[in-house]
């Protein structure tokens, strides 16, 4: 069992930052691709960003610049700084990772976090 706990959401002003947080523990062998995703009430749920287990990152077009995502595999962890919010950042955000099993070293299983609010006010 996996399990991904995401921390540091919360109420932001705009143009403020937070920083979120998101630790894997469990059954872990291997963690390639993690990423940060969000869902804003009555939207689609969207990367934001993502990070490969290289390093190599990409990000949603209407965040670069403005967050930076990074991770420290001997914590499992995954971050993401949130610089100039905007109220357009107001979601909930969810972690993501692809994870291999100490048991079933040949497959990739791929977990969610459960969620932390990001509220972003005018």
């Known amino acids: 069992q996996v399990q991904l706990v995401e921390s540091g959401g919360g109420l932001a002003q705009t143009g403020g930052s937070l920083r979120l947080s998101c630790i894997a523990s469990?059954?872990?062998?291997?963690?390639?691709?993690m990423g940060w995703y969000r869902q804003a009430p009555g939207k689609e749920r969207r990367t934001v960003a993502v990070?490969?287990?290289?390093?190599?990152?990409d990000y949603e077009m209407s965040v670069r610049g403005r967050f930076t995502i990074s991770r420290d595999n001997a914590k499992n962890a995954v971050y993401l700084q949130m610089d100039s919010l905007k109220p357009e950042d107001t979601a909930v955000y969810y972690c993501?990772?692809?994870?291999?099993?100490?048991?079933?070293?040949?497959?990739?299983?791929?977990?969610w976090g459960q969620g932390i609010q990001v509220t972003v006010s005018s």
């Open positions: 993501n990772a692809d994870i291999i099993n100490p048991d079933r070293t040949w497959y990739t299983n791929n977990y």
């Open positions: 990070i490969a287990g290289d390093g190599t990152t």
């Open positions: 469990g059954n872990i062998f291997r963690i390639d691709t």
